[in-house]
Nanobody
Framework: QVQLVESGGDLVQPGGSLRLSCAASGISFRLYTMGWYRQAPGKQRELVAA???????NYVDSVKGRFTISRDNAKNTVYLQMNSLKPEDTAVYYC????????WGRGTQVTVSS
């Protein structure tokens, strides 16, 4: 059974930092492109960052220079380090694993507010 379990979401003040984690099980993690998506109320889900099996990364323009995606294949875990958080980063953040099939986690809430 495939599971993607996100953690690390929280309420944080503008300018603060959070690190999200996504622990995967039931897949050959090293083969998958791992991505972080987010969905704010009333908006479509968007890709925030992704990292391929080879370690190549890409980011949506709005988070470049602030967010960093990384993976630890030994721990079957992908991370999203989020710095200089802004209120517009508020959303539910979802982990995605994609190769031949795409899998999703249930999400973790990130709220940026003073």
């Amino acid at each position: 059974q495939v599971q993607l379990v996100e953690s690390g979401g929280d309420l944080v003040q503008p300018g603060g930092s959070l690190r999200l984690s996504c622990a995967a099980s039931g897949i050959s993690f090293r083969l998958y492109t791992m991505g972080w998506y987010r969905q704010a109320p009333g908006k479509q889900r968007e890709l925030v960052a992704a990292i391929t099996s080879g370690g190549s990364t890409n980011y949506v323009d709005s988070v470049k220079g602030r967010f960093t995606i990384s993976r630890d294949n030994a721990k079957n875990t992908v991370y999203l380090q989020m710095n200089s958080l802004k209120p517009e980063d508020t959303a539910v953040y979802y982990c995605n694993a994609g190769w031949r099939i795409s899998y999703w986690g249930r999400g973790t809430q990130v709220t940026v507010s003073s």
